[in-house]
């Protein structure tokens, strides 16, 4: 059941990103009206007197990247709010910790360097004209100022979101996403305002269980996220392990394990149920690890779906917390708490499938999951599965990532894929584009 | 209804495997279905080519902008492999929209098909695509990111 505040907040959300839709030279009187009520909200706040004369400046055409830029702050700040919300309603329904551990503080830029300031005038151009009247010409533009920003890894957040929005805008799709597009507006906004610099890191060793991949991708950049359990000299904890590469779009498949070849050792850990043991490994304060596969060895076996469980069963014997995100980047769609579900009933029907156990109905993601290792049928006789409650569209659902058929022999998506690093093709689009790029490149130079 | 920030339009889709080999480099950009295409008999030498919005007029030229010997009133070799790596990644459908062509996509379902459509000889190189693709092949040999990306959590999916 979601609250009252989250509709509230979710309708305002929706009005804003109307205006982005229509384009603020072309607002109506119901676009006015939402200014208004977005300055109204801030009212009691820091934001108070920014948001205001902003709302009259974007009222009356005076355009500048500073206001859009504290739009997509008051947008945001919005799903901020969401997420702390969903987040405290899940913990307390599955009765885990959380913890309120002091966040690394990001800094405001006191000046914005010229790429980003690109970034954030081509952002105001977009909204300017409205995401319903964009035109190839205005998408094209901004091909070269991508391409800089791409090349310097410090801006690989704003990449990220730039070089994957680009591949849906260049489509110009009869059904816009505007919730969609408007989300990635104002991320990639947010994204130029500050710069998270290397976050302060500890030293770990012990011992680290791996429990499943996430993957995510678009056109040009494909990364993983490991979810893991570990266990070093204080309390076990959760941890993440994520390694991000740019492609091409025809790296595909099997391939793209390939750009990653210090995952080797993390799929030969799931695939052969082996714990690894870590000596100094780096650590960030929210339990995320820099992997480095040369401070690693296999060690004892483990079965996953135990040790998962006894952190992340619904009646787990040892839940564990998760940190949390810094307030600028929470948004729903991070939300992402491990799982374990045993003995549940599978139900299908034309909405969809779900997993019940006693009382609790958990919708299952099944986009993720067809045409994969863990499809409906195998969950349906496996009987327990390690996934993902995420959250989108109004809704929770669990996101599988492991499961077994076979008592300690684990089923995961990326298992048949990942079969690449032990025999690897012979005409592999990795190799043969990383052979003409050290060749044309040098030749170049 | 509350809207999803998942669920992407169809950007490409799940193609046949892209010969990597033959056209390393295909994209919908600045306006054009553009590519590099390799030489058959040179590995040194590679072929630059495109097809341009509305007219689908198109050139082909090496690398060195020297025309391409087969180019003879319609399209050679290389852009038809060109259009038919183009057509593996992003679908006739898609190629269409993205050319702004006026024909009736109904019409269009083969390579044969948008062959028949196509313009005629511009004579104009474009350096630019020779810089993309060496700017993608670029992206390849920056090193990977090991730092928390939830960027990415809106691209969720594959592999
Ligand atoms: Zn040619």
């Known amino acids: 059941m979601l609250a009252a505040e989250f509709h509230a907040s979710n309708q305002l959300i929706q009005a804003i990103d109307q205006l982005l839709l229509a384009g603020f030279t072309n607002l109506n009187h119901t676009h006015q009206t939402t200014l208004q009520r977005l300055a109204q909200v801030y009212r009691g706040t820091p934001l108070e007197a920014a948001m205001l004369s902003v709302a009259t400046d974007l009222s009356n055409g005076v355009f500048q990247p500073a206001s859009f830029g504290l739009l997509a702050v008051a947008r945001a700040a919005l799903q901020t709010a969401q997420y702390d919300q969903l987040a405290l309603q899940l913990r307390a329904q599955l009765g885990r910790p959380t913890i309120d551990q002091p966040l690394p503080t990001t800094a405001a830029l006191a000046s914005t360097p010229p790429l980003l300031s690109s970034v954030q005038h081509w952002l105001m151009d977009l909204a300017v004209m409205g995401f319903a009247r964009l035109e190839p010409a205005m998408i094209n533009a901004f091909t070269p100022t991508l391409a800089q920003i791409q090349a310097n890894p410090e801006y690989l957040r704003t990449a990220a979101l730039l070089a994957g929005w680009m591949h849906e805008l260049v489509l110009q799709p009869e059904q816009l996403p505007l919730f969609r597009w408007a989300d990635l507006w104002t991320r990639a906004m947010l994204s130029t305002l500050s710069i998270s610099a290397t976050p302060p890191m500890q030293s770990v060793s012990g011992t680290l269980y791996p429990l499943g991949f996430e993957w995510r991708q678009h056109a040009t950049l494909v990364s993983w996220v490991l979810y893991a359990v570990l266990e070093a000299e204080a309390a076990p904890q959760l941890a993440t392990i994520t390694q991000s590469a740019y492609k091409v779009a025809a790296i595909q498949d099997d391939q793209l394990w390939l750009l990653f070849p210090e995952a080797n050792l993390l799929f030969e850990s799931l695939s052969t149920g082996k714990a690894l043991v870590l000596t100094n490994q780096q650590l960030l304060a929210a339990g995320q690890l820099i992997w480095d596969a040369a401070a690693a060895t296999l060690g004892d076996k483990y079965d996953l779906l135990a040790v998962a469980e006894r952190h992340f069963g619904l009646n787990a014997k040892q839940p564990l917390a998760q940190t949390q995100l810094a307030p600028e980047q929470r948004h729903p769609i991070h939300l992402a708490e491990p799982i374990v579900l045993s003995n549940y009933q599978l139900a299908q029907s034309g909405e969809g499938s779900s997993l019940s156990v006693g009382e609790q109905r958990f919708k299952l993601d099944l986009a993720a999951i067809s045409g994969s290792e863990i499809d409906v049928d195998v969950l349906e006789s496996a009987q327990r599965l390690f996934g993902l409650l995420r959250f989108d569209a109004g809704e929770w659902f669990v996101r599988p990532l492991a499961t077994s058929l076979k008592k300690g022999k684990p089923l995961f998506i990326g298992l048949e894929n990942g079969k690449v690093f032990k025999k690897a093709p012979k005409n592999n689009a990795v190799g043969i584009l990383k052979e003409r790029a050290s060749r044309l490149l040098r030749e170049k130079s | ?159």
């Open chain 2, 1 to 159: 209804m509350i809207p999803s920030s998942l669920n992407p339009p169809q950007v490409f889709q799940k193609s046949a495997k892209r010969d990597v080999k033959e056209v390393p480099f295909v994209e919908l950009a600045d306006g054009r279905l553009q590519g590099v295409i390799s030489s058959g008999s040179d590995i040194q030498r590679v072929y630059v080519a495109y097809f341009e919005a509305r007219s689908l007029n198109f050139y082909c030229s090496t690398n060195n902008n020297r025309p391409c010997g087969g180019l003879r009133g319609s399209p050679c070799n290389h852009l038809i492999s060109l259009l038919g790596e183009g057509i593996k990644q992003f679908g006739i459908p898609g190629i269409l929209k993205y050319l702004q062509s006026a024909h009736d996509p109904t019409t269009i379902t083969t390579i044969g098909d948008l062959l028949k459509i196509a313009g005629h000889i511009t004579h104009q190189a474009h350096g630019a695509i020779f810089s993309r693709f060496l700017g993608s092949l670029q992206l390849l040999e920056l090193p990977l990111s090991a730092l928390p990306l939830p960027e990415m959590d809106w691209f969720a999916g594959g592999a």
